[in-house]
């Protein structure tokens, strides 16, 4: 397989991994500096056109670039991704009306690599591929010339994601690449790349299924890739040294990360390998949500927003300085015209291009509603099944207003798109910020309101008492699609080390039913689901929370632990395949909702029970009885008197009963769920 890859490299194209030189050496190389009005940008001209960067067409080769505060534009053209000088150097024409830059150029070009250099007030700035590149060289420093049919799978033509009736059908599963599969016993052979979704009937050293095969013994919808864009922190010719990183770092938005290729100097490499991880994933069933950092860049000076257009893309404060919504050194400013056809036709693209079936959004709320309300529009024309959602919040304030934040709060102003609720996760485990700060599940007082929020789905329903709700205190979303559960993680503590640190002197086994009792509230909630990889192996990160740069030892899934929590993850799947198979769990109107779900009335700290009636959503049960006990000590509680089939008890589950009881006064184990259904 890797000698088909590497092979689609004409020669010359840059495999040898050599030292990066940046700039050429007939031209001055400046620093950008920050603008002296945040006022101008408005009144700068826009183009919203697809084809910026470069567009083939037969033997014309048609490089196009934004800049319209530049005095001149060139490009230069490259043998390799990286070292060697220029082998031409062009002019381009400037259409002052649309602030872009042209030329056309004629030859076999095919196989090299290109920047663009801008000069401002005399200088020339630093060389960049543009933010338009499609395919780059090692470290994305250069822009590459291929053929995009070329990177297509056998059969890509055809591919295409699971077709879902509604979100709330949805089970997402996120997922770091390297996370997944790099553990020694993973079983996978191409460890932490894309293509390790690719590889069929890999086993631990216990004989469980780990890769694609795990996903599918799951029962998982979806995956959700944390960032696998062209990111800046781990460089491509240095793989041996194992360096990692989440990806929150952006560099070039259009391109696959080259680290998760098996050769990153080839830019055909990187991009079919990711194409043949989604396609693999389509074949068994499983969409790819991805997940999208358009707030800021891993550099503010130098980024190629900054390298192209200084100051535009980021947004500034009074004083001129760059803003920091994002807690990273910069926000971009998605309510500039041309930033949001940037992210517009970047979304466009992953989609067209790559057939992505969803996107995370990080930090969202400093994105604008307007402009994510025209990514939903557009997204949902391409793919009714597109599933977006993300973080409504930001890391610090922002000079974006309020007001036109796409904030949590706001989600009932975004049809098409879903929030995180932080209040079902803090309020079932504890809060996310002190890792010592029980939950519901784990015997705290007091969130049992909070989780009943989290039930509906965040929607308005009139046996509520919001006011007794810990973060929100009204129920923001229109419909339960909006709403995002989950209750663990890539950040902060994940679930077994938030447990462990919440609840000292329990035991691992008091622990794990937590655990379950956490999850179960999840998977019965109304809303989306939502799990971190490998919290159905109990998995572990060590206590070390921001693990955005730790090694392998910290963030690898250990495929060892699958047969160790055997039973854990089981109850993960039984749980998955109950919420498939019962649409009551996965009703789609707010109206739904509160019309039938039934809360009872309960006096007991750390005990919620309701009702799902009516055969809700269609489900082949008439009424579901859930019934929650976060509480160290066994709680009873009086069920109606009726054939109840038990679903779920002491830690186990089964969709087709673990035996019956006529209702009546029952006794529900510490720290579990206890559910039961009635079919007439």
Same mark, same amino acid.
């Given at each position: 397989m890797n000698k088909i890859l590497i092979n689609l490299c004409v020669a010359g194209a840059g495999m040898a991994l050599v030292a990066s030189c940046q700039g050429t050496a007939n031209n001055e190389t400046v620093m950008t500096t920050q603008p002296e009005s945040i006022t101008d940008y408005a009144n700068y001209p826009t183009y919203d056109g697809e084809d910026l960067g470069l567009v083939i067409d037969g033997i014309v080769y048609k490089f196009k670039l934004w800049s319209p505060m530049a005095d001149s534009v060139a490009v230069n053209i490259y043998e390799n991704g990286l070292g060697g000088a220029a082998v031409s150097r062009h002019e381009m024409l400037a259409d002052k009306t649309r602030g872009t830059w042209s030329a056309d150029l004629k030859g076999d070009l095919m196989g090299k690599f290109y920047t663009f250099q801008v000069m401002i007030d005399g200088n020339w700035l630093d060389e960049t591929p543009g933010v338009w590149a499609k395919a780059v060289g090692v470290n994305g420093e250069r822009a590459a010339i291929i053929d995009l049919k070329t990177t297509d799978p056998e059969g890509w033509e055809l591919d295409k994601g699971p077709v879902l009736e509604h979100n709330t059908d949805a089970v997402l599963y996120e997922m770091h690449h390297r996370d997944f599969s790099i553990h020694e016993n993973s079983g996978i052979t191409n460890k932490g790349k894309f293509v390790a979704m690719v590889e069929n009937g890999t086993l631990s050293s216990n004989g469980e299924s780990t890769g694609i095969d795990h996903l599918k013994e799951l029962g998982v919808t979806h995956v959700h890739i944390l960032p696998s864009y062209d990111y800046n922190s781990v460089d491509e010719t240095q793989l041996a040294s194992n360096k990692y990183n989440w990806g929150y770092d952006p560099i070039n938005y259009n391109v696959p990360e080259g680290s998760y290729s098996t050769n990153p100097a080839c830019p055909q490499t990187r991009i079919r390998e990711m194409?043949?991880?989604?396609?693999?994933?389509?074949?068994?069933?499983?969409?790819?949500?991805?997940?999208?950092?358009?707030?800021?860049?891993?550099?503010?000076?130098?980024?190629?927003?900054?390298? =192209?257009? *200084?100051?535009?893309?980021? $947004?500034? $404060?009074?004083?001129?300085?760059?803003?920091?919504?994002?807690?990273?050194?910069?926000?971009?400013?998605?309510?500039?015209?041309?930033?949001?056809?940037?992210?517009?036709?970047?979304?466009?693209?992953?989609? %067209?291009?790559? @057939?992505?079936?969803?996107?995370? !959004?990080?930090?969202?709320?400093? @994105?604008?509603?307007?402009?994510?309300?025209?990514?939903?529009?557009?997204?949902?024309?391409?793919? &009714?099944?597109?599933?977006?959602? +993300?973080?409504?919040? =930001?890391?610090?304030?922002? *000079?974006?207003?309020?007001?036109?934040?796409?904030?949590?709060?706001?989600?009932?102003?975004? *049809?098409?798109?879903?929030?995180?609720?932080?209040?079902?996760?803090?309020?079932?485990?504890?809060?996310?910020?002190?890792?010592?700060?029980? +939950? !519901?599940?784990?015997?705290?007082?007091? %969130?049992?309101?909070?989780?009943?929020?989290?039930?509906? +789905?965040? =929607?308005? @329903?009139?046996?509520?008492? !919001?006011?007794?709700?810990?973060?929100?205190?009204?129920?923001?979303?229109?419909? &339960?699609?909006?709403?995002?559960?989950?209750?663990?993680? @890539?950040?902060?503590?994940?679930?077994?080390?938030?447990?462990?640190?919440?609840?000292?002197? =329990?035991?691992?086994?008091?622990?794990?039913?937590?655990?379950?009792?956490?999850?179960?509230?999840?998977?019965?909630?109304?809303?989306?689901?939502?799990?971190?990889?490998?919290?159905?192996?109990?998995?572990?990160?060590?206590?070390?929370?921001? #693990?955005?740069?730790? &090694?392998? #030892?910290?963030?690898?899934?250990?495929?060892?632990?699958?047969?160790?929590?055997?039973d854990l993850f089981d109850y993960y799947r039984g749980l998955i395949n109950m919420r498939k198979l019962h649409p009551a769990f996965r009703m789609t109107t707010a109206e739904e909702v509160a019309k039938n779900i039934v809360f009872d009335e309960v006096d007991t700290d750390n005990l919620i029970s309701y009702s799902i009636k009516n055969n809700a959503n269609g489900d082949s049960w008439n009424e579901i009885k859930v019934i929650l006990n976060g509480a160290a000590k066994a709680n009873e509680v009086v069920v109606p008197a009726g054939d109840w089939k038990i679903i779920v008890k002491d830690g186990k589950i089964s969709e087709t009963g673990l035996g019956m009881c006529d209702g009546g006064k029952l006794t529900v184990a510490p720290r579990t769920a206890l559910i039961l259904a009635k079919e007439k």
């Open positions: 194409k043949m991880m989604i396609q693999a994933l389509h074949n068994a069933g499983i969409g790819v949500v991805m997940d999208v950092v358009y707030n800021h860049t891993g550099i503010t000076q130098g980024s190629n927003f900054e390298l =192209t257009a *200084p100051g535009y893309y980021y $947004r500034q $404060r009074e004083d001129g300085s760059f803003s920091d919504a994002s807690g990273c050194g910069n926000e971009t400013a998605s309510d500039r015209t041309q930033m949001r056809n940037f992210m517009i036709n970047s979304i466009k693209y992953w989609m %067209n291009e790559y @057939h992505i079936d969803g996107f995370r !959004f990080d930090l969202m709320a400093i @994105h604008d509603i307007e402009t994510m309300n025209a990514i939903a529009e557009v997204a949902n024309a391409i793919n &009714p099944n597109v599933i977006i959602y +993300g973080e409504g919040w =930001t890391a610090s304030d922002s *000079p974006l207003p309020v007001e036109r934040r796409a904030l949590k709060e706001h989600v009932n102003k975004m *049809p098409g798109i879903a929030v995180f609720s932080d209040d079902i996760r803090d309020a079932v485990k504890g809060h996310y910020s002190n890792v010592e700060d029980p +939950g !519901f599940a784990s015997g705290k007082p007091g %969130n049992e309101e909070t989780v009943k929020f989290g039930i509906v +789905g965040a =929607t308005a @329903h009139p046996q509520i008492d !919001f006011a007794k709700c810990n973060n929100s205190k009204f129920g923001y979303a229109n419909q &339960p699609v909006q709403v995002v559960n989950y209750v663990s993680c @890539h950040d902060d503590p994940c679930l077994t080390d938030k447990l462990k640190k919440s609840m000292p002197g =329990t035991t691992e086994d008091e622990r794990i039913a937590v655990a379950k009792l956490a999850q179960t509230i999840v998977f019965t909630s109304q809303g989306i689901p939502f799990m971190f990889a490998g919290e159905e192996v109990y998995r572990t990160k060590k206590g070390v929370h921001n #693990s955005y740069n730790s &090694p392998d #030892s910290i963030n690898a899934i250990d495929w060892g632990r699958k047969s160790r929590y055997r």
